[in-house]
């Protein structure tokens, strides 16, 4: 397919459009109970429980499951320097240098509190939520308490410090940051001899397990950079265990083939839904394990869905950027209407991938193109100014920006492994220290677990693609008309005319739901805004079943997050359940499901899940 030139990117004001959306309850005192006057964040994600001590259950189990609140998706783009972290901790040791009797308050404090730790009159306990701490043999041990309540006391001392300081905002957040990266580093529950648990795996073993870590050890120096393994790969295989709903790929070009998914009703709803995955990673998030499959709940529901998967750019492809995915989006979706002969479609965008379809909806606008009738965006944020609430969000400067696209610029692609290990950095204690425990001080191997496994499973970005994402941080052209052009069509938000449906976590810390809120208000009020109470992952993929999950749904009427969870109807259960219907309303009928796939003018080119999936 022909290269369309370099988009352009600048800045602007706030933008707003109109979109129909299916009815929502009126406020009341019984919604305003249910969606919380406290904050959604807060909220306990699926399986959490309450502030009480944690259910102590096998390490594997855990790590599997905390993992899975933390994926990739797109936030880590612009990466993290070294010289960024020097800075920061050289800004801490400056302040607190500079305002000697915070630090001599706190290190009084701390003695203080040593002495009753050391006479056994100490209070000073672990967060009931932190799981380093939750085995009972940290309790139960005096050595182990004093050690474990020493800690605490020494991080609250430094943590306490550093907050205390003068410092403006943005410098504050990057003290906090790697204050936290440092103070979670020199926890004893990384150590061999400080951690109880690990101590009594070596007597159990006989030692087997000090030999099976140093294996795992060795093994990730050579073969994940140092960094403790996340999955064990060996458990899985894409098109048998993992992406294996039956269907066919219809449609192909040389950025991404396009697989029609076989129905499994006698009808279905006419018009289909196109499913727009993250460029970082592989299409199959939708399509894992069958009880947590979107396509298979989609399909078990009348929907016809079709599904994007990316090809993996390499070096070759290193002057691709968004305007040729656009391009590419756009020969799918002519694809997709012709097979079902509908004029307009249904889009769904996940978090890097909504910002692709986002743009590919303001540029079909721009363009008075009507192809789109309604779309959907998940854990997907578009404002970027809106507030993230993440202090990693205080590394995001001009020339960390521009760092990162002179890097990628260089090797012509950003590789998703690199964004992975840098994303890890991002939450230390679940992405780094609790596979560390696991793998080298317990000797087990790493769970398996398939979220983990498609999460590892990543790909590469163009550099030019990679430039373009990061073009966005500061020009905000979803929120800014005219800052943005793909092939010479100003992307204007204002234009976009189409129902919506957008989707936040309340514990998802990569893409805020507050910041997932401004993404409904960009698409006008009568956007139906979703805040489901899981994670970043969690809150797309969450399948009918989980009885401790719940959503809060209305439209985003509200300018402010936090008052519009006052308006918001809440719902037990999953959202998929809400969604399908949303979709159902707008699905323009029923008719028979088709005994064939594809169409005389694309035929069926092979089975699902295709061949880009399998590049390396």
């Not at 959202?575 to 399908?580: F, G, Q, R, S």
Request: glycine letters at 8%; one cysteine or more.
């Amino acid at each position: 397919m022909a290269r369309t030139p370099a988009s352009k990117s600048t800045t602007g004001s706030t933008t707003k459009s109109t979109s129909r959306t299916a009815k929502s309850a009126a406020p009341k005192a019984a919604a305003r109970a249910a969606a919380g006057k406290a904050k959604p964040e807060a909220q306990a994600s699926p399986g959490a429980g309450t502030d009480t001590a944690p259910t102590i259950r096998p390490l594997a189990e855990q790590i599997a499951e905390e993992a899975s609140q933390n994926t990739l998706a797109l936030n880590p783009l612009v990466g993290v320097r070294t010289e960024d972290l020097f800075d920061a901790a050289r800004t801490v040791v400056g302040a607190l240098a500079a305002q000697p009797q915070i630090l001599a308050e706190q290190w009084m404090g701390f003695l203080g509190e040593l002495g009753k730790i050391v006479t056994g009159r100490s209070e000073v306990a672990p967060d009931p939520k932190d799981k380093r701490f939750a085995d009972p043999s940290w309790t139960g041990n005096p050595l182990h308490r004093s050690l474990m309540q020493s800690y605490l006391a020494w991080s609250n001392t430094i943590t306490a410090a550093v907050a205390k300081t003068d410092l403006p905002d943005k410098e504050a957040a990057r003290a906090r940051l790697v204050t936290s990266i440092f103070v979670d580093a020199m926890a004893p529950s990384n150590t061999l001899i400080g951690n109880p648990q690990a101590l009594k795996q070596v007597i159990d073993s006989k030692g087997k397990s000090l030999v099976e870590g140093m294996k795992n050890y060795i093994t990730d120096l050579a073969r994940n950079g140092g960094l403790p393994s996340q999955v064990d790969m060996s458990k899985f295989k894409v098109g048998e265990n993992l992406a294996n709903t039956p269907g066919t790929v219809v449609f192909k070009n040389e950025v991404l083939e396009l697989i029609l998914y076989t129905p499994t009703t006698e009808t279905v709803v006419a018009r289909p839904l196109l499913i727009v995955p993250p460029q970082i990673n592989k299409y199959y998030a939708v399509d894992l394990a069958p009880n947590k499959s979107m396509i298979r709940f989609l399909l078990a529901n009348g929907i016809q869905p079709f599904c994007i998967s990316w090809r993996n750019p390499t070096v070759r492809e290193r002057d691709w950027g968004l305007d040729t995915y656009i391009q590419a989006l756009d020969e799918a979706v002519d694809a997709a209407r012709e097979i079902t002969g509908q004029d307009k479609i249904n889009i769904m965008g996940s978090c890097s991938g909504g910002i692709t379809t986002s743009t590919y909806a303001g540029w079909l606008a721009g363009r008075k193109q009507d192809k789109l009738n309604a779309i959907i965006l998940a854990v997907c944020v578009l404002d970027t100014e809106a507030g993230t609430d993440t202090d990693f969000a205080a590394l995001v400067t001009p020339e960390s920006v521009l760092a990162a696209k002179q890097l990628s610029a260089a090797r012509g692609i950003l590789d998703g492994n690199d964004l992975a290990k840098m994303f890890a950095w991002m939450r230390p204690n679940d992405l780094v220290w609790n596979y560390w425990v696991n793998n080298y001080l317990m000797g087990n191997q790493p769970p398996a677990f398939d979220i983990l496994f498609w999460n590892a499973d990543t790909t590469r970005l163009p550099a030019r693609l990679h430039g373009d994402f990061l073009d966005l941080i500061f020009t905000n052209p979803f929120v800014n008309p005219g800052k943005m052009s793909i092939s010479g069509t100003p992307i204007d938000m204002r234009k976009v005319k189409a129902d919506t449906y957008v989707i936040g976590g309340t514990t998802d810390h990569i893409t805020p739901w507050k910041a997932v809120y401004q993404t409904a208000r960009i698409y006008g009020p009568d956007t139906t805004y979703v805040l489901s109470n899981s994670g970043h992952l969690q809150s797309l993929l969450n399948p009918p079943g989980n009885p401790k999950a719940w959503f809060v749904a209305g439209p985003a009427k509200s300018a402010d997050a936090d008052a519009w969870t006052a308006t918001g109807t809440k719902h037990e259960g999953s959202w998929w359940t809400h969604w399908v219907d949303w979709l159902k309303a707008r699905g323009n009928g029923e008719t028979a499901a088709p005994k064939q796939p594809g169409s005389k003018k694309h035929r069926a080119i092979g089975p699902a899940p295709g061949t880009y999936v399998f590049e390396p």
